[in-house]
């Protein structure tokens, strides 16, 4: 079977042969005359067109290549369990010219999930903009900071033959189709979900990916109904051939991530943040012993759907991700605890940044650091955006890896503290809900660890009944009654945060909460 570039490159070369073939005979020949009033009538009545892809019949509807739309409902393949076509289907019809079977469609579905990778900068680019901004505004200034991946444009420059313009201008082109749901997406979770932002599923086909990263979630489509059904079924794996597998990606990165390129990427690193990033001193209870072993214990808080709501229309104001707008306040909040102004927090990133590594099982999660100044006692919307602009300069280190970090600088710290963090933060956007496979129900479940290697570990997560918010703490360092009370006073800060997000940082009292029981 072709790959569809094959394909279409045979079609080309037979038309091209039938062109020329035209042209020599007929080349000519006239066909017709042009009146004045149908140049400004938008050629009414003048042959314009040597291909004409669809044509809108005024009895029965538009046709796509000759075919009506119930014609096409029944010839072209559909996804499993479904009733309507794939637009692959479609789409290899309108390139090609001819009915695609469901391994052509399998084939293209697969060329575009490994085509479908965005760029960080993309995204980026899209948060530059105000949340008010138009979408469609949004969308064509990220698909124009797509430019940096043109092929056309790199190969051009390059001196590219003018007889192969086509195959550049083809792989840009599929390219876009494969990035275009990712990016339409984004910018739907961003402007309309409040920047709770849904990771692609590299196991759906084009449309089920949208939908999935849409937020439109459908059972048929998850990841283990797609495995679990044709496993069941004794039928072949649904999923390509990976090219390369994780100890690939391994290796690269020991051998990329070293001499210049590492000592470029540490001193870019320094420049953003320091050499010497300062430690979070959060005070330590009495009677706490901190020289044993570390062990963790688990407290969660669980905000109002009316809290939550709000937290999210005030980060959708200041063009700012959940993320964003939830460690604001905690920094906010142990500025209140400890006076520190320089705050120095970890947050994990997927770092799954280009395209080859996205369908690969394997540990690729990075941990970065976001340097907050808090000085000046800034209002928390002018926080906000600090801890925004902090954040974005932080993952342009996404490839770096945190014990690279740890291993060059070296920092001199206590027993307790040999790490450049003492605080992670999470966030996350993605909700684990229960379903059900055919003869097998799933249900999330929480770990609790008995080890921890950070003094706090603060997970936002999203669910039905609001945001919950998990936090995990080294219990040599501090009682139950301190972590409650902690949760309790940042509960109280978001509530006064979206309340009066003008108030200064100094004018918030460092009680917020009632110590008293209700």
Known sequence: MAD????????????????????????????????????YQGMRGMTGLVSETSLLDAQEGIRFRGYTIPELQEKLPKAPGGSEPLPEGLFYLMLV??????????????????????????????????????????????VMALQTESQFAKKYAAGLNKKDYWEAVFDDAMDLIARLPRVAAYIYRRKYKFGDHIQPNGLLDWAGNFAHMMGYENESFKELMRLYDVYSRGAPSPLPELEIQYSDYAEWQR???????????????????????????????????????????????????????????????????????????????????????????????????????????????NMLVVRTDLSGNPTFKQLLARVRE???????????????????????????GTSLLKLVFWHQSVPMNPFSLEGLTFTPLELNNEMI????????????????????????????????????????????????????LLDIPVLLADPTPA
């Not at 902090?390 to 307790?416: G, I, Q, S």
């Not at 219990?475 to 997000?501: G, H, M």
């Open 4 to 39: 569809i570039k094959e394909r279409f490159r045979e079609k080309a070369d037979e038309v091209s042969i039938e062109i020329k073939d035209l042209l020599k005979e007929h080349g000519t020949k006239k066909i017709g005359e042009v009146h004045l009033s149908q140049i």
């Open 97 to 142: 010219g001819e009915l695609p079977d469901e391994d052509d469609v399998h084939t293209l579905t697969g060329l575009l999930q490994r085509r479908s990778h965005v760029p960080t900068h993309v995204f980026q680019t899209i948060e530059a903009l105000p949340i008010g901004t138009h979408p469609m505004t949004q969308f064509v200034v990220a």
């Open 255 to 365: 051998q990329w991530l070293q001499g210049e390129v590492l000592d470029e990427k540490l001193t870019d690193w320094e420049r953003q943040f320091g050499d010497d990033p300062p430690l979070l001193e959060l005070p330590v209870d009495d009677g706490c012993r901190t020289g044993t072993p570390a062990r963790a214990a688990l407290q969660k808080l669980v905000l109002s759907r009316e809290l939550t709501h709000e937290l999210k229309a005030l980060g959708q104001r200041e063009s700012a991700t959940m993320f964003m707008t939830m460690l604001a306040a905690f920094e906010w909040l142990l500025h209140k605890y400890t006076g520190q102004v320089d705050m120095v927090v970890g947050t994990g990133i997927a770092n799954r940044n280009r395209s080859e590594i996205e369908e690969l099982i394997g540990f690729f999660v």
């Open 390 to 416: 902090a954040t974005l300069a932080a993952y342009m280190f996404e490839d770096l890896p945190f014990e690279k970090l740890v291993e060059t600088l070296r920092p001199d710290r206590n027993v307790a």
């Open 453 to 504: 290697y950070f003094d706090f570990m603060v997970e936002i997560a999203e669910r039905e009944e609001g945001f919950t918010i998990r936090l995990n703490y080294n219990t040599s360092l501090f009682n139950s009654e301190t972590i409650a009370r902690l949760l309790t006073d940042y509960k109280a800060l978001l509530q006064s945060v979206v309340e009066q997000p003008e108030r200064r």
